[in-house]
């Protein structure tokens, strides 16, 4: 028998075991250079495959399909969390600010929420009626957001501990994730908040959802992690060991993984890092990277 050909057909084998039995390859690799000078805040993606990186500073980038980088817009105050609204514009969270701004197509900036907000970060926005929902951090809070700009109160309580990443479910309950611990909760229509899952060891990022799971960056624990309806939770990226290594599965090495954005259309996720060793010398270093799904959709 030709040794080849026998190792050919086991890798074959192989492949095709594993999506039979749902084990897909998932990957990341770098979609931009090391971004100098900037954090990591949140990252949004519109409909037309345009994505939004904040970068916790005055700064929100825009990357195009085919992967060129520009400036957006500037003169925000602590970019973090974002997301787009109905009409296609970008909803930007000033977590420093305690504000939200709207800006359009184009990149013109224009203040949409100026008050009821304490350290806003995650946005989460109602598709049917166009409201959003604003993570607040400082506040330990969900903040409700009309469409014309006045922010109410939605949910508190002790579960919600730095509330960051938002986002709503298949069954159109909102979904969040605390920064300073490393819950996930449930937030029904009511406002009312409920333990979900128990995703890392240390505190979270942000998270997005596509098709039938969510995907949730553990800041502290350098992994990105896939939770299912059902609450099931297993790590997809990185293994715990901090550092930017493109690669597949738990050979990745990701670093501070902040926003994520799930791709409405191909089966990609994007994130952004923190580079920066721990020297505090150094200016602040990004990057923006992207990860493959597999045969997921």
């Known amino acids: 028998m030709n040794p080849r050909r026998t190792r050919a057909s086991l890798i074959i084998l192989a492949l095709t075991l594993d999506v039979a039995t749902g084990r897909t390859q998932v990957s990341i690799r770098a979609l931009t250079d090391t971004i100098r000078g900037h954090n990591v805040g949140g990252v949004t993606i519109d409909l037309v495959g345009n994505i939004y990186v904040a970068d916790f500073g005055d700064l929100v980038w825009k990357i195009t399909p085919d992967g060129t980088r520009s400036v957006f817009a500037e003169g925000l105050y602590g970019a973090s969390g974002n997301a787009v609204d109905n009409d296609g514009s ?3 969270a ?3 600010g305690n504000s939200i701004t709207r800006i359009d197509r184009r990149g013109q900036t224009t203040a949409f929420v100026t008050r009821g907000l304490s350290g806003p970060v995650g946005i989460a926005v109602d598709k049917e009626t166009g409201d959003a929902y604003v993570a607040n951090c400082r506040g330990n809070s969900i903040a409700k957001i009309a ?6 109160p939605f949910a508190r309580g002790d579960l919600l501990s730095c509330p960051n990443g938002i986002a709503f479910g298949r069954d159109m309950n909102l979904y969040v994730v605390n920064f300073r611990n490393n819950k996930m909760l449930k937030v029904d229509r009511s406002g009312v908040v409920t333990p979900f899952a128990t995703i890392s060891d240390k505190g979270l990022g942000h998270l997005c959802f596509k098709n039938d799971r969510f995907y949730v960056t553990a800041y502290e624990s350098h992994v990105i992690y896939e939770v299912g309806l059902d609450a099931t939770v297993k790590p997809i990226l990185g293994n715990g060991e901090r550092g930017i290594v493109d690669g597949v599965g738990d050979k990745a090495r990701l670093s501070f993984p902040n926003g ?4 409405p259309w ?8 923190v580079v920066d060793t721990l020297t505090l010398a150094l200016p602040p270093r990004a990057i923006v990277r992207e990860i493959l799904l597999g045969g997921r959709k």
């Open 260 to 263: 994520i954005a799930c791709s």
């Open 147 to 152: 469409r014309d700009g006045t922010a109410s």
């Open 266 to 273: 191909t089966p990609r996720l994007y994130i952004n890092e």
């Open 90 to 92: 970008l909803l930007q």
């Open 94 to 96: 000033n977590y420093y």
